[in-house]
């Protein structure tokens, strides 16, 4: 992959092949404004509150993983809400800080929390 290419990946229930109740992204590129060193973002990893604690979210962050170590990824970075903090400690990353952050997309909003800055080690 490209330095600047990211993927995505979704799932069902287990043994389910109804509506998308997950999903995550990665991008490829070394994290903007990071305190610690990281080759890629896991950019989110989402689950929809009716499946939370069945494991789909624990799958998507796997295949995440597999791809970035697939494509050279030694070290992967991301930034947790506070609720997804534990999460992401049980898969084995490491608090590098907390900062706030403005949740916007182009325009700012004025919308801002706390948000922690992660790292693992693949």
Do not use: I, W
């Not at 993927?7 to 994290?31: H, K």
């Not at 490491?94 to 403005?102: I, K, M, P, S």
Request: proline fraction near 3%; charged fraction near 25%.
């Amino acid at each position: 992959m490209r330095d600047d290419e990211s993927t995505s990946d979704e799932a069902n229930r287990p043994g389910d092949a109804g509506p998308v109740v997950a999903f995550g992204s990665l991008t490829f590129a070394a994290p903007e404004d990071y305190e610690a060193e990281a080759d890629a973002e896991v950019t989110g990893v989402y689950v929809h509150p009716e499946a939370a604690s069945q494991g789909v979210g624990s799958a998507v962050l796997a295949d995440l993983e597999r791809r970035a170590r697939a494509g050279g990824v030694a070290t992967l970075g991301l930034s947790a809400s506070l609720n997804a903090v534990a999460f992401y400690e049980d898969h084995g990353y490491e608090r590098v800080r907390a900062y706030v952050h403005e949740f916007s997309a182009a325009a700012s909003t004025g919308v801002e929390g706390t948000v922690v800055e992660m790292r693992k080690d693949l």
